[in-house]
């Protein structure tokens, strides 16, 4: 056993590890940053230059943001509820309609593709300030202002998704859509069958995307819905650090980082997994 | 006669079968789309030549013309210096994570023990760079490279090169973390561009006696410049809707401001924008340049 990891160890292989690994640290930083501010006392989070370890941890910064959320009056677990619900949904939304779009951007003919890609390529970098007031107006106009259609619908339109995806299928060879279609599969047979299989690591990017996205935005409770208990949680924890007086927001801030960090790096850690696996796996050559 | 008629029909319904189906797995997409964002679009386009007013009864608009581009070129100059001054940062920044991605892709794509581990946490990045989480570290500091300050890197700097060159590279080390969090898919897009070229294309070149800094060159280099492309589109959309982008704050505060008001500040986001789509199309161009005869991306 040690013998064969001896075997595998040549000296560029070592550099190369410790090269990485040396990276892989300062892309790690930011990380656990944030889990030791999460744990820091009042004194520790004021201190300067900010140190990146925790000295004396305690759970105080978590015990201040149960104390003053228990004041609400809205129930903690309403606005939990409403994001995991409305991130739930869009996740699965957005996939399906990005891919059904990506497939057919990528393996079919039909007219106005160009003018797509294009329209496509130029909403990906729009500044999404500009068009607070015009989607106001829409969303009034559709009365979708305090459902949750209002939160869910404006991402299913998200270009990047379909961007990401149109250049993944692009590597499906053709010629496996169309032996496929040879054997008699209809377009539904292939979608599901061959391309849906297929772009499993561009579902899983995709997945990661749209939940930070989603999971984060407090524009949406902020612009289209005035009832309390239809916003997100992001929201409400952003809304309400501000009102806080004094220094005890800057601890409760410390701690809702942490704790709207966390959602987003399980489904990292449960997605990544199966990203490398497909990818390797793949029949994308 | 009537079986050229016949085939016209049926050639005619197979047509409408691949264009009718491309249609519906387009339409919910489409449909979305043109709502929240094709139409939103337009209609701050209309904005950015009129000057609005919020009133106690909606909006009021009036047509002005090129009047917003005008006071913002020549009677506010203060936004052109901003705007060139950010473009020259993300010029200098972008082939710097385009080079480092390429290269961590590349070390990624070897075999060694622990690569799904290290490919994880070189993707980790990318579930913080946006948004609220980045916004909530550089609000405490952790954007700026906590150990520059603790072990004065910048006086280090300063005490062994000279005037401009001390500044470079200080700028540069300053947006080290920027170059590092921002590579996360790009690292990904990149390693999923090295599966696309065959094995067997390798060990052609090898029997034939080339070199592996040679088969660099002549197979891995050739192979991945439709990825370089689609990289450097990536990145140049990520930069340029950055949260704490200088451009943007000022456009968010012209935005609710009675004197400038909300064409004003339209009229600033497209000024902005225009210039960022040419960058693309220049990226662009370059790539098709470079892929032309074999396909590429598009």
New interface residues.
């Given amino acids: 056993m040690i013998r064969k990891?001896r075997k595998?160890m040549t000296l560029s292989?070592v550099v190369?590890?410790v090269?990485?690994s040396c990276?892989?640290v300062?892309?790690?930083?930011?990380?656990i940053?944030?889990f030791n501010?999460a744990f820091k006392p009042l004194n520790e989070l004021f201190l300067f230059?900010?140190?990146?370890f925790v000295q004396h941890p305690t759970m105080r910064n978590f015990e201040q943001l149960l104390l003053h959320t228990a004041a609400g009056v809205v129930p903690f677990s309403r606005y939990l509820f409403n994001s995991l619900l409305i991130s739930g949904i869009t996740l699965v939304a957005v996939v399906l309609?990005?891919t059904?779009?990506g497939?057919?951007?990528s393996k079919?003919?039909?007219?106005f593709?160009r003018l797509?890609?294009a329209?496509i390529?130029?909403?990906?970098?729009?500044?999404?300030?500009?068009?607070?007031?015009?989607?106001y107006?829409?969303m009034s106009g559709?009365k979708l202002t305090d459902t949750y259609f209002a939160h869910i619908?404006?991402f299913?339109?998200a270009?990047v998704a379909?961007f990401l995806m149109k250049?993944?299928i692009?590597?499906i060879p053709d010629a496996l859509v169309e032996s496929a279609k040879l054997d008699g599969a209809t377009?539904m047979t292939v979608?599901t069958r061959i391309i849906i299989p297929l772009t499993a690591?561009a579902v899983a990017?995709v997945c990661?995307?749209t939940f930070?996205?989603v999971f984060?935005?407090?524009e949406t409770s902020m612009n289209y819905i005035t009832n309390e208990t239809m916003k997100t949680m992001?929201y409400y924890v952003?809304a309400f650090t501000s009102n806080v007086p004094g220094v005890a927001a800057v601890s409760i801030?410390?701690a809702v980082?942490l704790l709207?960090?966390v959602p987003?790096?399980i489904?990292?850690?449960l997605f990544?997994?199966k990203m490398?696996q497909t990818?390797?796996h793949s029949g994308?050559? | 006669m009537n079986s050229i008629k016949e085939r016209r029909r049926s050639y005619l319904q197979f047509r409408w079968k691949e264009y009718g189906v491309g249609y519906l797995f387009m339409l919910p997409w489409l449909i979305g789309f043109v709502l929240f964002v094709a139409f939103p679009i337009g209609s701050s386009l209309y904005n950015s030549f009129n000057k609005i007013l919020i009133t106690s009864d909606g909006f009021q608009y009036k047509w002005v013309g090129l009047e917003n581009y005008r006071q913002m070129l020549v009677v506010n100059n203060a936004y052109p210096i901003i705007l060139i001054s950010y473009f020259q940062e993300m010029i200098a920044i972008i082939p710097l994570i385009l080079v480092f991605s390429f290269f961590v892709a590349l070390m990624l794509n070897q075999k060694f023990p622990g690569r799904g581990l290290m490919r994880a946490i070189f993707f980790l990045p990318v579930i913080f760079a946006t948004g609220q989480v980045l916004m909530e570290l550089f609000v405490q500091g952790a954007g700026e490279l906590p150990f520059m300050k603790e072990y004065n890197i910048n006086a280090f700097v300063e005490q062994f090169f000279y005037g401009g060159l001390a500044t470079t590279i200080i700028n540069v080390l300053s947006k080290a973390v920027i170059i590092l969090w921002y590579s996360g898919v790009q690292i990904l897009i990149f390693i999923a561009g090295f599966q696309t070229i065959p094995k067997s294309l390798y060990e052609a070149i090898r029997v034939d006696g080339a070199s592996p800094w040679e088969s660099f060159w002549k197979i891995t280099f050739p192979g991945m410049v439709p990825f370089i492309g689609l990289n450097a589109i990536f990145t140049i959309v990520d930069l340029f809707t950055f949260p704490f982008n200088p451009v943007m704050e000022i456009v968010g505060r012209n935005m609710f401001e009675p004197s400038t008001g909300y064409g004003y500040a339209s009229a600033m986001a497209w000024l902005y924008f225009g210039i960022i789509l040419l960058l693309l199309g220049i990226v662009l161009g370059i790539t098709y340049r470079a892929t032309k005869g074999n396909g590429g991306i598009r």
Avoid at chain 1, 26 to 31: N, V, Y
Avoid at chain 1, 49 to 52: E, H
Avoid at chain 1, 108 to 111: G, I, L, P, S, T
């Fill in positions: 990891i595998q292989r190369l590890i090269f990485l990276i892989a300062f892309m790690l930083l930011p990380i940053f944030l501010n230059p900010p140190t990146i309609v990005s059904m779009a497939y057919v951007l079919h003919r039909f007219h593709k797509i890609m329209l390529m130029i909403s990906l970098m729009f500044v999404p300030e500009t068009v607070m007031i015009p989607r107006l829409m559709l619908l404006p299913i339109a270009p379909v250049q993944f692009d590597q377009d979608f690591p990017t990661i995307i930070q996205a984060l935005d407090t992001a952003t801030s410390a980082g709207m960090f987003n790096l489904l990292f850690l990544q997994r490398i990818m390797l994308v050559k």
